[in-house]
């Protein structure tokens, strides 16, 4: 019996992140990802012909809310961004490095553009691989240290992000200027989605340098919704709707270490088990899940999570 | 208690109202009209009113500039009186009752319609050429009896009804008590000569008026479409078919709230319904007045009204509770109402003079759609049509002569001037087009061309079509800061776009748009869209494969396809596919009124009609969201938009 293939008219946005020297750049390596046109790792019925990637996040500032488990693998690498991210490049083997400026916040440290953009530039020379750069959330703020990070990151190809519908123009004008690649973020909608896409495009930004951000939730935590959000987009993308077709972007960290079930200590619950699996177990569930929706660029926290996760993209790549 | 005596300006009207009562309180008790959409809550700053003499106490609002509080501007529904008081109404917060502007002239003449009015001999009915029957709700014949004598001594009555029978081939089933018993004397004063008017009251045609002499040549009714946010009526000559006038006005509900939920909420408080039946009813008598008497009509020669309107309004219209329709399953009091006395519901024609309701399709599927689907013909043709009735409660029929469906979106007044800054209808004043050149300026054109006063729904979206391509506003409605013109500017913290400046217009302000006036636009459009897009895919067809699609509402005296399509708002097809209709729901009404016949087309159209629940649609959420962008999110589905 002959299965029945689906044959797909569109394909997802290859693109790339990092530049080596003779791109302008100073990184050794450089990730594309996407290109897929098929569902994801349904081989037999197109191609993917860039597997997925995990980026490490490291903060500019140490963080507060992380519990000890996740904190401990890194020691005190976390007072130090540029240390942080050789440890995750060194140590744990990451292929892209996620710097998120959360200490710019105005209400959670207000650190200044210039100090971001010297800091960039330390993470720069402290590591070899691609950065993603982040702001901290607040737009007015994000918006001044951005572009500023951004030229000091010029020429190395990152991805910053977050544009979201509302604000977009700023970013997208500085990673324009500086030969940058743009998440556009969507609060899980589809239409809010695409409509980032064409804003972000109609000021001349090219599609095949934008990542979607389709906001996600971790497991138990509206992982499902996210889940079909993305499905969708990437069915609309697959029947080429060129709006839509770019890699995704998901957060695992962030969502998998904010649920309670992640975070709470062994003597506060004993019937849910020891607490230095458990976390890990989350965020790594979480990720499979993400995997299996299209994301592309998984960023996340955990070293142990990280390689159980390398582990199982292997496994659904090998069967390639 | 002390006293204080109020004079309104320029009505000159006054009031003697106690110390410490509410301005707008008691504007409404002396009968001056200000406008107030939120009923009195100081937020929606429309009642602004100037204090010229007097004591009065204001509480402080952001709705008054530091300008006009100079000029003892004040919100009236925020101020109390501490003495006599002179208060000067401006124009913007003054209820204009105005003419809709020789709607005949404009409205394209849809094939099927009732013909022409043709002569019409001794005031006897004739059977019309054209598909409606002239049959309107109330005919007046004349009748002279033969006196009767010994050898024909058949009753009064029956004498009456025998002479009518023989003449007129109408056979009559019944007269009110009250008739039989004026009878006997009135036949014998009035030398047996007398007009008669007859009823349609359902299947029965009843007398229901019995006058000495000849009046059968003054025979009127009035043809009303009751809207959320406005009310027309229509004088026509039941005889001749003519139309005499047509006016148009704010419903004075407006000021217990904008939306029919808000009413229907408003209605359950203490003598709220009371309050929005009187409103409604003083709308009517006023335009009823005022048409009569400009056309040197007596009150009592009219005696037969139509109305047309959305299911809230005609419960409100009627004083029915409208409580049950907002309540889970969503079911109204009656869609189909009988024909009553126009008396019992306050209104002030003929004291026996008729009302008739045009019947509903569901709760929020009313008789003005079914009003519409009539005037346009769609029940008669085999080509398919779509209906868009563009108003606060959007109105959307689908179909032909073999089927029909219809829906709701609530879309919001938008498209009527209400809930935007410098919106107004569609009167004397109101920028209807607006093109904007290359410096980045607008230029525009109002009704009646005179001076600027605000912006009504064509003007709206010509704005915003212009504002699109010129990159003053983008896709999502956001204005463009970095555009090259200093008529973008930032005011109370949010963006805005200069229309016309101050020295031009005739308000006193600058005529701008604001981005919050654009979300409401972009929600009201979506509304629409987003209701007919699902309405279509619900039988497995798309726009394309429509053949006609009708446009009606309140834009005035035009709309701009090409800048509705630009914006979204109408889908991107064949624009030889589209007809502005104008107000369909008050054609309807006439050609109702006219044709009593038609009444059961109409009742059969509402029966005939599915009514599509949007909100129990899963797709319809969705859509909605991808409609809120100028002119879509799926921007594929507008090819010719570039």
Redesign the interface.
């Known amino acids: 019996m002959e299965l029945l293939k689906e044959k797909w008219p569109g394909k997802i946005a290859e693109i790339t992140i990092g530049a080596t020297n003779a791109e302008g750049g100073t990184r050794a390596s450089k990730i594309t990802v996407g290109g897929e046109t098929t569902l994801p790792f349904l081989f037999h019925e197109g191609d993917m012909p860039n597997m997925p990637r995990i980026a490490m996040e490291v903060l500019d500032t140490e963080p507060v809310d992380w519990p000890e488990v996740l904190k401990k693998p890194f020691g005190d690498a976390l007072k130090d961004p540029a240390k942080w991210a050789v440890k995750c490049q060194d140590e744990f083997k990451a292929e892209i490095i996620c710097v998120k400026l959360a200490g710019t916040h105005p209400d959670f440290g207000n650190k200044s553009a210039e100090d971001s953009a010297k800091l960039i530039k330390d993470v720069l020379q402290a590591v070899k691989v691609p950065l993603i750069i982040l702001g901290s959330g607040d737009d007015e703020k994000d918006n001044i240290v951005l572009s500023k990070v951004s030229q000091a990151a010029k020429g190395e190809r990152c991805l910053l992000g977050d544009a979201t519908?509302?604000n977009y123009?700023t970013l997208t004008a500085s990673c324009l200027a500086d030969g940058h690649n743009i998440i556009a973020e969507s609060p899980i909608?589809?239409?809010?989605a695409?409509?980032a896409n064409?804003?972000i495009s109609?000021m001349g930004f090219p599609l095949d340098k934008i990542v979607i951000n389709p906001t996600i939730g971790a497991l138990g935590y509206g992982m499902e919704y996210a889940y079909s959000i993305m499905e969708r987009a990437r069915y609309a993308a697959l029947i080429d709707?060129k709006?839509l077709s770019m890699p995704f972007i998901a957060f695992i960290g962030q969502e998998a270490w904010r649920a309670k079930e992640a975070k709470t200590l062994f003597s506060q619950a004993p019937e849910w088990g020891e607490e230095e699996s458990r976390g890990i177990l989350w965020e790594a569930s979480t990720a499979a899940c993400m995997l299996q929706a299209g994301a592309d660029i998984l960023v996340m926290r955990h070293p142990k999570a990280v390689d159980v996760t390398r582990g199982y993209i292997g496994k659904l790549m090998g069967n390639k | 208690m002390e006293k204080c005596k109020i004079i309104f300006k320029p009505s000159n009207k006054t009031i003697e109202v106690r110390k410490g009562a509410d301005l707008l309180a008691s504007a409404v008790a002396a009968g001056v009209y200000i406008n107030s959409s939120c009923g009195g809550e100081g937020v929606c700053g429309r009642c602004k009113v100037v204090i010229k003499k007097g004591k009065f106490q204001t509480e402080p609002t952001g709705r008054i500039t530091p300008e006009e509080k100079k000029k003892n501007f004040c919100l009236a529904c925020l101020t109390t009186v501490e003495g006599n008081l002179e208060v000067y109404i401006p124009p913007q917060s003054r209820l204009e009752l105005d003419k809709t502007k020789k709607e005949q002239a404009r409205v394209y003449r849809l094939k099927g319609l009732y013909s022409e009015s043709a002569e019409v001999d001794k005031g006897k009915p004739i059977i019309d050429e054209g598909i409606f029957t002239h049959s309107p709700v109330s005919t007046k014949v004349y009748a002279e009896l033969p006196r009767p004598t010994l050898n024909d001594s058949v009753s009064d009555y029956e004498r009456l009804i025998r002479e009518i029978k023989s003449k007129y081939k109408i056979s009559i089933m019944q007269a009110g008590l009250r008739n039989i018993r004026r009878l006997g004397a009135l036949l014998r004063h009035s030398d047996w000569k007398v007009t008669v008017t007859l009823g349609k009251r359902n299947e029965t045609t009843e007398i229901v008026i019995i006058e000495p002499g000849n009046t059968s040549k003054q025979n009127y009714g009035v043809a009303f479409d009751i809207g959320t946010t406005t009310v027309s009526g229509q004088l026509v000559d039941l005889n001749t078919k003519k139309v005499l006038g047509t006016k148009g006005t704010h419903n004075k509900q407006v000021m217990f709230g904008d939306d029919v939920i808000t009413r229907i909420m408003f209605a359950t408080e203490e003598s709220g319904l009371e309050r929005l039946h009187h409103a409604v009813i003083d709308n009517m008598n006023s335009i009823i007045k005022e048409l009569t008497e400009e056309h040197g009509v007596a009150l009592n020669n009219v005696t037969g009204v139509m109305c047309a309107g959305n299911t809230t309004m005609m419960h409100l219209l009627l004083r029915v509770d409208p409580t049950y329709i907002r309540k889970e399953p969503y079911v109204s009091t009656a869609n189909f109402v009988p024909v009553i006395r126009a008396a019992e519901s306050g209104i002030k024609i003929h004291p026996r003079g008729l009302l008739a309701c045009i019947p509903g399709v569901s709760t929020y599927v009313g008789g003005d759609i079914v009003a519409g689907v009539i005037a346009c013909g769609i029940d008669n043709e085999e080509a398919l049509t779509l209906l868009l009735d563009i108003g606060t409660n959007g109105e959307i029929a689908f179909g032909n002569k073999e089927w029909m469906a219809c829906c709701s979106a609530s879309a919001g007044p938008a498209f009527e001037g209400s809930g935007v800054s410098c919106g107004m209808r569609a009167i004397k004043g109101a920028i209807e087009r607006v093109e904007i050149d290359a410096k980045l300026n607008a230029k525009v054109k109002t009704i009646a061309n005179s001076k600027p006063m605000g912006i009504c729904g064509s003007g709206y979206i010509d704005l915003l079509a212009q504002m699109l391509k010129k990159d003053i506003m983008k896709r999502d409605g956001r204005l463009n800061a970095d555009a090259k013109t200093k008529k973008i500017r930032k005011k109370d913290g949010e963006l805005e776009y200069v229309v016309v400046p101050k020295n031009k217009a005739c308000c006193g302000y600058d005529i701008v748009i604001k981005e919050s006036d654009i979300e409401n636009i972009k929600r009201s459009k979506g509304a629409i869209f987003s209701a007919a897009a699902i309405l279509v895919k619900k039988f497995n067809l798309t726009f394309d494969q429509i053949d006609k699609i009708y446009i009606a509402g309140g834009f005035g005296t035009y709309l701009d396809i090409e800048n509705a399509v630009t914006i979204g708002l109408l889908p991107d097809v064949d624009r030889k596919k589209f007809k502005f209709v104008g107000n369909s729901s008050l054609i309807g009404s006439r050609e109702i009124l006219l044709s009593y016949d038609t009444m059961k087309k109409a009742e059969d159209t509402a029966r005939k009609m599915t009514y599509v629940e949007l909100s129990k649609d899963p797709a319809y959420m969705d859509e909605y969201i991808s409609s809120l962008f100028f002119p879509h999110t799926n921007l594929e589905k507008f090819p010719s938009v570039k």
């Open positions: 519908e509302k123009k909608d589809i239409n809010i695409k409509q064409i804003l109609e709707d709006m």
